[in-house]
């Protein structure tokens, strides 16, 4: 019986798509992640135009699913909180203290979530697998970066521990979160020992880097995934009722402290007292915050102390207030919910993903860095990426082909 020629055979568009489609994915989750660590500016170049790719892509063989998918994300529980929560980041813009510079970061904030969206939402509904060692190729060649700077390079701007000046420390924040994404897709191509390999080769390149909270929130991913293999739904509920509880809880526990013990400059919970302080007399602003970026700019600006915290809890509940926060507690339980009810290969992998990206940005990151945003949304692109090539990665049982009978 004469054999069907490949269908990327007969179409030289659709094999043009797919060749860009991968170089897309390429220039975002290995490039990029390279990149970074020895520039600043790689990471905002690169990744438009890694979506840019993926729109050519898609146009060369267009079909309904982008936009559907983009449709069907928009009006699903977890898209309305996030555009509810945009809109009200939007209308804080009119009371926040500052001028132009929280419009411009708004901008540049939603513009690279909702490019992230777009790409993801432009991937071929079933990827190739191939398309998957993408994934691991890009976190080792991270790591192995990192590792490799770290040895050879004497630089004190490489080698700060502080964020906004360490390029190896942006490297290991993105490495935490790129990770788990890379690990799923060795388990789903049946690689375990390269997956347990790429663990152990992602904490040495974070040791190598020497930032604590990378560190931890990769062993908080860890703990998560073992929880979820044995019960991804136990787990799913867990995370979204503990996180959730964070945003609501963590104000009460500030201001209870700044009541119970007198703010000095030698008080080791002085970022908390900072916190409670701005509580206890901010009034009508404990509802509706102080407006967009308002934290950032006012540590920049010496309006609030150098011991502000630096956390996506505090900038939340300073910026957008308590509806602000609510709308981030039920966003972050529906994450959670759903990331739980992903297919048992997934769950563990995206619950790892969320928690580690929930640590960063709760206890040392926040939200305000434009580069750690970017981060988020190359993370959710990668899972997404994971996601489409999962169904594909199953190779059917010899059983269950046809006989030709």
Do not use: C
Not at 229 to 248: C, E, N, Q, S, Y
Request: no cysteine; proline share 7%.
């Amino acid at each position: 019986m004469p054999v069907k020629p490949s269908r990327h055979h007969e179409d030289p568009v659709a094999g043009a798509a797919h060749i860009i489609t991968r170089l897309a994915i390429a220039l975002l989750l290995i490039v990029t992640p390279i990149a970074s660590v020895g520039t600043r500016s790689a990471i905002y170049v690169l990744a438009p135009v890694g979506v840019a790719l993926t729109l050519v892509a898609w146009l060369l063989e267009p079909g309904s699913r982008g936009p559907r998918q983009l449709r069907a994300a928009m009006f699903s529980p977890t898209g309305l909180i996030v555009i509810f929560l945009g809109l009200w980041a939007l209308l804080s813009l009119i009371w926040t203290p500052f001028a132009s510079g929280p419009s411009e970061r708004f901008v540049k904030s939603a513009s690279t979530f909702v490019l992230a969206a777009v790409a993801a939402a432009l991937l071929p509904e079933r990827t190739r697998t191939s398309n998957l060692y993408l994934l691991p190729i890009g976190a080792a060649a991270g790591a192995v970066a990192i590792i490799g700077l770290m040895i050879f390079t004497k630089s004190p701007s490489v080698r700060s521990g502080d964020p906004d000046i360490s390029l190896v420390a942006r490297a290991a924040f993105g490495l935490a979160l790129l990770v788990w994404p890379a690990l799923g897709a060795l388990i789903v191509r049946e690689k375990p020992r390269w997956a347990m390999g790429l663990a152990v080769l992602v904490v040495i390149a974070e040791l190598f880097a020497g930032v604590p909270l990378a560190l931890a929130a990769t062993a908080l991913g860890a703990l998560v995934f073992a929880a979820a293999m044995v019960d991804k739904h136990a787990t799913g509920r867990w995370l979204a009722i503990v996180g959730a509880a964070l945003f609501l809880i963590a104000p009460v526990v500030a201001i209870l402290a700044y009541a119970a013990i007198t703010m000095t400059p030698a008080s080791p919970i002085l970022s908390t007292l900072v916190w409670g302080s701005y509580i206890a007399r901010d009034g009508f602003n404990a509802l509706i915050g102080h407006g967009f970026d308002a934290a950032r700019l006012g540590v920049a600006m010496g309006y609030l102390p150098p011991a502000t915290p630096r956390s996506l809890l505090f900038e939340t509940w300073f910026e957008l207030g308590l509806v602000g926060a609510t709308a981030a507690a039920l966003l972050w339980a529906q994450l959670a919910r759903r990331a739980g009810q992903a297919g048992p290969k997934l769950a563990p992998f995206l619950l790892a993903g969320l928690t580690s990206a929930y640590v960063m940005s709760a206890f040392g990151l926040g939200v305000a860095p434009v580069w750690w945003v970017t981060l988020l949304a190359l993370s959710g692109f990668a899972f997404a990426l994971l996601q489409h090539g999962h169904g594909r990665a199953q190779r059917p049982n010899v059983s269950n082909l046809p006989t030709g009978d």
